[in-house]
C-alpha cells in the first residue's frame, strides 16, 4: 500500500514539474495575417510583411501585408513599450512574426505587443547570385 501511495505521489509530482516548465504546454500555432479573425482569443505566432508603421503620441501600429484600412492584422505597441524595441520605422518591408493572444478591436485582429521577445524579424531570402 506504501509502495501504491509513493508511485502516486510521485507521478503527481512528476506532471507538477513538467507543467511548471512548459513541457507539457503545446507551441503555438502559426498562422499567416489572412487567418488570424478565425483565432480571436487564442494564443498563436503570427506571420507577415510589416507594410506600414504608423506611430501617434500614445501608440505604435504595425499594420501587416496592407496599409491602414486594408490591412488584416495590427501588431499595437502601447509608447510606454517602445524603447527596448529600437527603431520601429526600419520594421516596414520586413517580415516579422509576432506572437501573443489575438483580440478583436474595431472587429480587425491585433496582438498587443508588451515584450520585445514576442517579435521577431525573419530572416530575408538569400539572393540568387547575378547570372553572367
Avoid: Y
Amino acid at each position: 500500500m506504501k509502495m501504491i501511495f509513493a508511485l502516486v505521489v510521485m507521478t503527481a509530482i512528476t506532471a507538477a514539474v513538467a507543467r511548471a516548465d512548459g513541457t507539457n504546454t503545446p507551441a503555438p500555432i502559426r498562422i499567416g495575417t489572412a487567418e488570424a479573425d478565425k483565432h480571436i482569443d487564442e494564443s498563436v505566432v503570427v506571420t507577415g510583411k510589416v507594410a506600414q508603421v504608423s506611430i501617434r503620441p500614445a501608440i505604435v501600429f504595425l499594420n501587416m501585408d496592407q496599409p491602414f484600412p486594408d490591412s488584416p492584422f495590427t501588431a499595437v505597441i502601447m509608447t510606454k513599450n517602445t524603447n527596448g524595441f529600437g527603431d520601429l520605422k526600419a520594421l516596414e518591408g520586413k517580415a516579422i512574426e509576432v506572437a501573443g493572444k489575438i483580440k478583436s478591436f474595431h472587429d480587425k485582429p491585433e496582438i498587443v505587443l508588451d515584450s520585445t521577445n514576442q517579435l521577431t524579424v525573419l530572416a530575408a531570402p538569400a539572393e540568387a547570385p547575378a547570372k553572367k
